[in-house]
Structure formats: structure tokens, C-alpha cells
């Protein structure tokens, strides 16, 4: 073909009856045709002339003309591709190329002039145009729906008889398989169907089959260039066909590339491109048309395993996104749209988005979903995954979702401009996470427990978040920075706040402890405020943690809380030893527990000894695969387990090692304690939560009797089981969760307090020790996370700002 520019008629597109007859009034003339979407861009196609352009009327309703086919090798369109990624390219297609295409399905679907076909695809679409010219060619009828795809309708003319056949892309027809009492006994007047090209599992070819039990299914797969390359005969397929794009039929011939890339070439098989600098050729020497799809051949048979530029490639091990988002469709409820897009990551080369049409609360379940899809492929993605939900997936006419569009969106929400923005300056969210993780590489993606976050943090965070930005959702640790800022301002400004259970028990038996300790009050003759502060780590653990360690496999998360709290406890236990001159070993080892108090010399911190070494089992007992997959698939069960076999545990060693001497100042004595607050953590419905009340009765009656501390330990634990939070007033929120959020400083420095008070007043001041207790060890609190950061600053500009520092930032 040898010209300079290609004179050729335009056509706005418009899915009309009116449309395909000027389609086939062009074609009759011989005369080119290109697709627009208005006069303007008509006038600005580059290497095309236009003579004119033709608006079509509306018109919807049957289409009953018959038009033979050209097999003339003259130019017949321009085709755009659908601009999925990149631009859409100028596709110059023959009379000859769309004549074979026809031919091919025709006697692929075996059509006859019986067929009265419910098109559900637009006409502008080359697979809509293709329906209504197969259709044509046959003598059979068409039908162009008023209203798109509409399911009620077709159910309706199925009924009637007025359809035997229909076509559609699985977009479409997923829809029909969410409602399959729609089509119902209907379904049996099917004939003929033609699925389109877009990726569909083998079980919704099997649903479709069932629906439509008599027709001729058959699903293909092509592209703008080259289409209906293969042919599934879905109605007849073996189930492990089910999962291939059929077989190459006619004179089309498919081929596999080095690099697995499908190759095509038939007479179907466009061979130009067009541009402002005229035609180029798409096929090789040999006629090879080289596509940009992946594919693996087997029984003859083509299996489609995405395109190479969706293909993710996250640490080295390639993801297809279809095969991704069919694994993750599965766990779902029927309806629910997601897409799967890859993103940069720093670490992993690729990282994966799942888009989800929902709210920031519909996420959760998703990336758990996509978190397990992606490890039985091989791929621990930890950070690397990001789910957002969207409010609608970005989509061209046939329903083939832009992936690039979604990657484009995800980056620019996700990676605001920071310009301007001082260094330290919580201006989004994003910047309070990095605030609040200090050291850590906090991406957009990243969540509260996907970077470690625990109980205390969890408070520290909240009030942090609320001061700044308003209420948080319920579920708001497992929704990424992204996911929250997208949030912001979605819900009415109020002065009163959510004032969770675990937050309130954890402050008043903070205060319970330090008030004994002063003699202020005695809550409790038989005490229990410590092992309800132990059970409440365990809450934490299973909370916050264990959902992280099961999805990555790493205890990364239990390791930073020990680090937390070793370090406030060893500088606490050094200044103290250094301000005394009673310097001892044992203690900045913290192992002093396991000694007689009374041979010790100084302050003891024997709860956080011991609440340390628990936490240390903790990552030891977590950090087997087999343990994670037990809590996994039968958390209660695993937790119930775990508190039998630690009770019993407490029972022999206390056999072989009487702990009397140490007030039973060991972990072993309160891990029964531990494990129950897993249990509370995992008792997610309510026949769970009265099994958990009744365990926590059973066991702290074993341990104390029908005693005070047996009362106070039931009832802290009723109501975290079924009180989840109590709606109060800010001011009262801040003052709790203040209280909660310092508990470890106000034990580490609660000791120091009633020295000093005792020395200023030279008398036992109890209520002055305990307030001052709490305020000092408040301000330390808050003084300690503002040096963490500071500190955290400096080493990154003295390393040139890499940002990598990691200094603890979990607690207990």
C-alpha cells in the first residue's frame, strides 16, 4: 500500500441502529471509515484525511438487513485500540481481514439464519460491530438494547423466545451470575453465545454453561490488530480446558516467543499502523504479528496469562494480575469488583495494588485475601501490597479494566506534595504515621499493624490522629495511611469520642497498681491488677500482631514491642542505679524476677522483667509455621489450647521449682493470664465471647476463688468481651487514654515518685504520690517519644537522610 495520507469518512461513535447502517453503507461504497467521538477530533487525526462526518440518529431495536461479506484487500477501517496502557494506536484493518474474522466464528458457532441475538455489546466495539456483521452475513437478526446491557430485559425476551443468542463480555456477564435466578428456566431458550476476550475463570464457564444448558458457548480470544485469534467451544470444553482461550481454527496460527509472548498471523491479522508519518508495517518478514500478551501452549490449546506490561514482578517472582484477582474474586461475596495493578515499590521492584469499588471499610477482607493469594504464589508481599478502595474502577466501553489509570490514581493520592512541607510537620496522615514510626520506611500503603503497631501505640496514635484529623473508623488499624486520609471528612464533626474497653481497664488498673503501691486505696485485698495488665498484652498480641505475623510469617512486629519496653526499663534501672550508687548486674540484665526481692538492692521493675519475658516466648512460640497456620485456620480453638497447655506448664515447673521465695514473679505464673487475652482477642462472635467469659470465670475462680481480685478480673474481662467501647467526651477520652497510653512510665517512675514526696513533705503523702505519679509519668511518656524522634532525625541527616533508621516504636 503505497500512499501518503489515507482519505477515509468519519463516524461519531454512537451504539445505534442508525451507526451500523452508515457503517455498512460506507462498506458497500468501498469507502474507509474511522470511529470518532466528535467533529473536533475528527479534524486533528493524524495520517487520515477526512472527507466528512456522519452523526448517527438514536435508534435502537432490531437490525434485520443482510449484508454479504468483502473480502476485498482494500482498507475498510481505522481501528483505535482501546487505550488500555499508553496511547491508543491507529490499527488500519482490510474488507479481507474482518471477512475472515466473520467467517471463522460463524462456523465456529455454526450460525444459521434462525438467530435473533440480544447484543450486549456496543456496535462501536470491533467485537459489537463484528456480532452485527456475522449476524448480517447469515441472514439472522440482531437486537440493539435501548439501554446498553440490561439484564432484566434480556430475561424478559428469553422468556418470550424473542432472543436465542446473545453475546457478551464477562464483565456483563458476571452480573448475570450474581442474580442467577434472573435468567432462571429462561436460560433454556439459548442457543448461541460469544463470550469476548477478557480474562473469565474456569468456574464462571462452568456457571455459564449451567445457565445456558442448550447453548452453543464460545468464548475467543483476540486483539484490535488481529481478532478472534482462538476459539474455546465453552458448552464442550474438558474443565482443564476450561482455563485455556481455545485453539487457533482456520488459517490462524499461534506461536510462542522466547520470552512467551503470543505471535499470530492468518489473514485476519492486520498489517498496518498508521500515524502523522503514514503506514508501518506490524507484522515481521514472516508475518508475524507480535503481541504483547504472555502465553503458554498445552494440548494445543492457548492458555492467556495476562499482558507483559500488566505482568507484576514483585522480589523476582512474576504475578499475573487476572490470575491474582481470581484467586482473591473467590473469597468474596458475588458482586464485588476489584482489579489488581502494579505499582513501584522500592524494595520489591513491583508492588501490587488491589482496587476495590467500596468504602475504606469494605478493605480489610480484601488484603487479607490478596495477602494469602499472594503468598500461595509465592510472593511474602508485606508492604508491597496496597489495597484502595475507589469509587468506581476506570474501565473502557467493553469493561476491560485500565490498569494504568488505577496505578496513576494510587500514586498521585498517595505521594502528595511535600514541597513545602517543613521536615517533622504532620500535614496528611501519611506524615502522622511517620511521626508516630519513627525510623521506619512508612509508604502510603503501609497500615498501623502492618508496621508493628501494638496497644499502648494504639492509644498514642488515636489521640494523635483525633487531635488532628477527627474520629477514627472502628477498624481503622487495618486501614492503610491512604485508606485514611481518603476518609477524612467523611464523618460529622462531634465533641464526643470512642472510648474503647481494653483502653479504659488498662488506665483504671494502672491507677489500681500505683494506688496500692502508695497506699491511696487498696482496690483489692487478693490484688489482680497485674494479671489483668498481662492479659491485656496478650489482647494486644492477638489483637494487633498476630493477624501481621500469620500474613507475613515474621515476628518482626512481637520484636519491636520488646523493644519498647526493654529500653525505658534499662535507662530507668541505670539512672536509677547510677543517682543510688548501688550498681547490680542482674537487674540491667532484666532478670532480676527470678531472685529474692529482699537480696536486691534497689528499685525492682520485676513486672516489666517478667512482662518482657513473656513477650519473648511470645516471638519464640509465634515464630513457628506450624503455630501460625493452627491460628490461622482455628484461632479459637489454638488459643483455648494454649491456655490449657501454659497452666499446665505453670503447674510442673512449679513442681520442680518452688517460685514462693520470688512471690511467683515468673512468667510461666502469669502466661496463663497471657494466653487468656489471646483468647479474648479471637472470640470474634458472640457464641465466642460467652465461651471466653465462661473460660475467664473458670480461671481466675481456679486462681483466686470467689474473691475481690476474681470480681475485678471477670468483669475487666466482660467488658472488653461485650462492652467494645463507650461514647464520652473528648476531654474525658484525652484524660483516659493519656493514662492508658503512659502506663509504662507511670510504673517505671512511680516508685521514684513516692520517694520524692515522702522526701518534700517528710510524711507519707498517698494521693500526692499517686497524682504525681500519673503526671510525671505522662510527661515522660511523652518526652521519650518526642527524643525518639529527634534522635531518630539526627542519625538520618548525619547518614545523608535515607530515612532507614529504625529506633523501637512498638509498646506493650
Not at 177 to 199: C, F, T, V, Y
Not at 340 to 360: E, I, S, W
Not at 525 to 542: C, E, K, P, R, T
Not at 560 to 582: D, E, H, N, S, W
Request: proline share 5%; charged share 20%; with cysteine.
Amino acid at each position: 500500500m503505497d500512499f501518503q495520507k489515507l482519505e477515509a469518512t468519519a463516524v461519531i461513535r454512537k451504539n445505534s441502529i442508525a451507526f451500523i447502517e452508515n457503517v455498512f453503507a460506507l462498506n458497500d461504497a468501498r469507502r474507509p471509515f474511522v470511529m470518532v467521538n466528535d467533529a473536533k477530533e475528527a479534524s486533528g487525526l493524524s495520517g487520515i484525511v477526512i472527507d466528512r462526518c456522519i452523526t448517527p440518529a438514536e435508534q435502537s431495536g432490531w437490525y434485520t438487513a443482510r449484508h454479504p461479506l468483502i473480502h476485498d484487500d482494500l482498507p475498510a477501517q481505522v481501528s483505535y485500540t482501546s487505550g488500555t496502557e499508553g496511547q491508543p494506536k491507529g490499527v488500519l484493518l482490510t474488507y479481507a481481514n474482518l471477512a475472515d474474522a466473520a467467517e471463522r466464528i460463524i462456523a465456529e458457532m455454526q450460525m444459521t439464519a434462525e438467530i435473533r441475538e440480544y447484543v450486549g455489546v456496543p456496535a462501536t466495539f470491533s467485537f459489537g460491530m463484528g456480532r452485527y456483521r456475522a449476524i448480517s452475513a447469515v441472514g439472522g437478526h440482531a437486537y440493539l438494547p435501548p439501554r446498553g446491557f440490561d439484564p432484566l430485559e434480556l430475561a424478559r425476551m428469553l422468556a418470550a423466545n424473542q432472543v436465542n443468542a446473545l453475546s457478551a463480555v464477562p464483565t456483563l456477564l458476571r452480573i448475570l451470575l450474581d442474580a442467577p435466578d434472573l435468567i432462571g428456566e429462561a436460560g433454556k431458550n439459548l442457543r448461541w453465545m460469544e463470550i469476548g476476550s477478557q480474562h473469565m475463570t474456569a468456574d464462571e464457564k462452568l456457571r455459564v454453561r449451567t445457565m445456558f444448558p442448550n447453548a452453543l458457548i464460545v468464548q475467543h480470544y483476540g486483539l484490535t490488530e488481529a481478532s478472534r485469534s482462538t476459539f474455546l467451544q465453552v458448552s464442550s470444553a474438558s474443565e482443564s480446558q476450561l482455563h485455556s482461550v481455545g485453539r487457533p481454527v482456520g488459517r490462524t496460527e499461534i506461536q510462542l516467543g522466547a520470552d512467551c509472548r503470543i505471535r499470530i498471523r492468518g489473514p485476519h491479522v492486520a498489517r498496518w499502523r498508521i500515524d502523522a508519518k503514514g503506514l508501518h508495517n506490524l507484522q515481521d518478514a514472516d508475518g508475524w504479528l507480535q503481541t504483547n500478551d504472555l502465553g503458554h501452549m498445552r494440548d494445543g490449546c492457548l492458555f492467556f496469562d495476562g499482558r507483559a506490561d500488566d505482568l507484576i514482578n514483585c522480589g523476582g517472582v512474576k504475578v499475573s494480575p487476572d490470575l491474582l484477582e481470581e484467586r482473591i474474586r473467590s473469597g468474596l461475596e458475588p458482586g464485588m469488583q476489584i482489579a489488581v495493578a502494579k505499582v513501584p515499590d522500592a524494595q520489591r521492584g513491583d508492588g501490587v495494588l488491589v482496587a476495590v469499588k467500596a468504602g475504606p471499610s469494605g478493605t480489610a477482607r480484601v488484603k487479607e485475601l490478596a495477602a494469602a493469594a499472594l503468598q500461595s504464589m509465592g510472593v511474602v508481599a508485606g508492604s508491597a501490597l496496597h489495597v484502595m478502595a475507589v469509587d468506581a474502577l476506570p474501565v473502557t466501553g467493553t469493561g476491560k479494566v485500565k490498569r494504568s489509570v488505577l496505578a496513576e490514581q494510587f500514586v498521585s493520592q498517595l505521594t502528595p506534595d511535600r514541597s513545602h512541607v517543613p521536615t517533622g510537620e504532620i500535614s496528611d496522615v501519611l506524615s502522622l504515621f511517620r511521626h508516630e514510626f519513627p525510623g521506619q520506611p512508612v509508604r502510603p500503603e503501609d497500615s498501623f499493624e502492618s508496621l508493628g503497631g501494638d496497644s499502648l501505640h494504639y492509644i498514642q496514635f488515636s489521640l494523635s490522629f483525633e487531635q488532628r484529623f477527627g474520629q477514627l473508623p472502628n477498624n481503622w488499624p487495618q486501614l492503610s495511611a491512604a485508606e485514611l486520609q481518603q476518609g477524612l471528612g467523611t464523618t460529622k464533626k462531634s465533641n464526643w469520642r470512642r472510648l474503647e474497653s481494653a483502653t479504659l481497664t488498662r488506665a483504671f488498673f494502672m491507677i489500681c497498681i500505683v494506688a496500692l503501691h502508695t497506699d491511696a486505696f487498696v482496690y483489692s485485698s487478693n490484688w489482680g491488677a497485674a494479671y489483668f495488665l498481662i492479659l491485656l498484652a496478650g489482647y494486644s498480641v492477638a489483637r494487633f500482631q498476630l493477624p501481621e505475623i500469620i500474613r507475613t510469617g515474621s515476628t518482626r512486629t512481637l520484636w519491636g514491642t520488646i523493644k519498647y519496653v526493654a529500653i525505658p526499663t534499662l535507662l530507668m534501672v541505670a539512672f536509677l542505679q547510677g543517682a543510688t550508687q548501688r550498681f547490680e548486674i542482674l537487674p540491667l540484665l532484666l532478670v532480676s524476677n527470678y531472685l529474692d526481692p529482699r537480696e536486691l538492692k534497689g528499685f525492682i521493675f520485676y513486672f516489666s522483667e517478667f512482662y518482657l519475658q513473656l513477650l519473648v516466648l511470645a516471638a519464640a512460640f509465634f515464630s513457628f509455621s506450624k503455630v501460625q497456620d493452627s491460628f490461622k485456620s482455628r484461632p479459637m480453638l489454638s488459643a483455648l489450647v494454649l491456655l490449657l497447655a501454659v497452666a499446665a506448664l505453670n503447674q510442673i515447673i512449679e513442681f520442680f521449682w518452688d517460685s514462693t521465695y520470688n512471690y511467683h514473679r515468673t512468667p510461666w505464673n502469669y502466661a496463663w493470664a497471657f494466653a487468656l487475652g489471646i483468647v479474648l482477642a479471637l472470640a470474634k462472635d458472640p457464641s465466642k465471647r460467652l465461651l471466653a467469659l465462661f473460660v475467664a470465670i473458670a480461671a481466675v475462680l481456679l486462681k483466686w476463688g470467689a474473691t475481690s481480685a476474681a470480681f475485678y478480673v471477670a468483669g475487666g474481662c466482660a467488658l472488653v468481651l461485650f462492652v467494645e467501647a463507650f461514647i464520652v467526651p473528648i476531654p474525658i477520652k484525652v484524660l483516659v487514654a493519656e493514662i492508658a497510653g503512659a502506663s509504662l512510665f507511670i510504673y517505671l517512675t512511680h516508685y521514684v515518685m513516692i520517694s520524692v514526696v515522702r522526701k518534700i513533705f517528710g510524711v507519707e503523702k498517698p494521693w500526692m504520690a499517686l497524682i504525681s505519679s500519673v503526671i510525671v509519668g505522662v510527661a515522660l511518656a511523652h518526652l521519650y517519644a518526642w527524643t525518639s524522634r529527634k534522635l531518630v532525625r539526627t542519625i538520618d541527616e548525619l547518614r545523608g537522610g535515607s530515612g532507614t533508621t529504625a529506633l523501637p516504636r512498638s509498646s506493650p
